[in-house]
Nanobody, 118 residues
Framework: QVQLVESGGGLVQPGGSLRLSCTAS????????MNWYRQAPGKERELVAG????????NYADSVKGRFTIARDNGKNMVYLQMNSLKPEDTGVYYC???????????WGQGTQVTVSS
């Protein structure tokens, strides 16, 4: 059974920090690129950050660049999203995604709610 389980979401004040974690199981984690998506209320799902399978390359949405950092630990089958200087616009459900494009494979977690509000 393939599983992606997010954790670490919650309520934080603007300017605060939060670290999301995603624990993967049931597939060869180290062969997959890992991504964080989010969906804000009334908006489309968007890619927030991605990291290549080796961890050697990352990409970020312009809106989070310089504030968010994605990292992975292939030994633990985990991926993280460190979120700093949070803004109300960062509010939404954050989803962990595993992708192996060669085989058109996409796995998704259930999501974790992040609310940035004073």
């Amino acid at each position: 059974q393939v599983q992606l389980v997010e954790s670490g979401g919650g309520l934080v004040q603007p300017g605060g920090s939060l670290r999301l974690s995603c624990t993967a199981s049931g597939f060869s984690f180290s062969y997959y690129s890992m991504n964080w998506y989010r969906q804000a209320p009334g908006k489309e799902r968007e890619l927030v950050a991605g990291i290549f399978s080796s961890g050697s390359s990352t990409n970020y949405a312009d809106s989070v660049k310089g504030r968010f950092t994605i990292a992975r630990d292939n030994g633990k089958n985990m991926v993280y999203l460190q979120m700093n200087s949070l803004k109300p616009e960062d509010t939404g459900v954050y989803y962990c995604n595993a992708r192996r494009s060669t085989f058109s494979v996409n796995y998704w977690g259930q999501g974790t709610q992040v609310t940035v509000s004073s």
